[in-house]
């Protein structure tokens, strides 16, 4: 069965860059997009980026200049990374699966890793 | 950005039926969808395309809408439904309303 499951460090330094994992197993990463979503007490869920079934990425403006997504199929992992913590990141961060080639809606979600962001 | 607007929480008695609204600041389309998030789990998809319902959702659930007003609905509600419902598009960049909690009482 589809499943999703994101790994990441718990807790990081302000100004430090975040990495998270998800890995996924039921399906493969060249068949499907891989979105991430954050949820914060601030804004609420927020759409961070995709990755394309492809390989190539989109990522919300709000976070273009210190977000990068990647993807190692053979591992059938897909990756997050974040430059340039603030508090304000702090949060639940999902990986999502996208339920087609571009259907911009999430059938399949991991459970979320929560990331605290604080010295 | 395309905002999404939704009033924050509702409270019904079991069997009622329910209508939680969304408001799209521009026209979307049909490119709505909606999500269940129980307290401590991710969202789970109900509804997409405005009026198309997942595969395992239960029919108490349906969806309307287009444009700029979209309507979930849940008919009859149960105690189980208690949860934060929301609104996504997908016609600008992808954004997700703030949430309507529903509380059963």
């Known amino acids: 069965q589809v499943q999703l499951k994101e790994t990441g460090p718990g807790l990081v330094q302000p100004t430090q860059t975040l990495s998270i994992t998800c890995t996924v197993s039921g399906f493969s990463l060249t068949s499907y997009y891989m979105q991430w979503v954050r949820q914060t007490p601030g804004k609420g869920l927020e759409w961070m980026g995709f990755?394309?079934?492809?390989?190539?990425?989109e990522y919300n403006s709000e976070f273009k200049s210190r977000l990068s997504i990647s993807r190692d199929t053979s591992k059938n992992q897909v990756f997050l990374k974040m430059n340039s913590l603030k508090t304000e990141d702090t949060g639940v961060y999902y990986c999502?699966?996208?339920?087609?080639?571009?259907?911009?809606?999430?059938?399949?979600w991991g459970q979320g890793v929560m990331v605290t962001v604080s010295s | 950005d395309t905002v999404l607007t939704q009033s924050p929480a509702l409270a019904v008695s079991p069997g009622e039926r329910v209508t939680i609204s969304c408001r799209a600041s521009e026209s979307v389309s049909t490119l709505m969808h909606w999500y269940q998030q129980k307290p401590g789990q991710q969202p789970k998809l109900l509804i997409y395309?405005?009026?198309n319902l997942e595969s395992g959702v239960p029919a108490r659930f349906s969806g309307s809408g287009s444009g700029t007003d979209f309507t979930l609905t849940i008919d009859p509600v149960e105690a189980d439904d208690t949860a934060t419902y929301y609104c996504?598009?997908?016609?600008?960049?992808?954004?997700f309303g703030s949430g309507t909690k529903l509380e059963i009482k």
């Open positions: 996504q598009q997908s016609w600008n960049d992808l954004t």
């Open positions: 395309l405005a009026s």
């Open positions: 999502a699966r996208d339920q087609g080639l571009g259907a911009y809606y999430f059938d399949y």
């Open positions: 990755i394309r079934s492809g390989g190539s990425t």
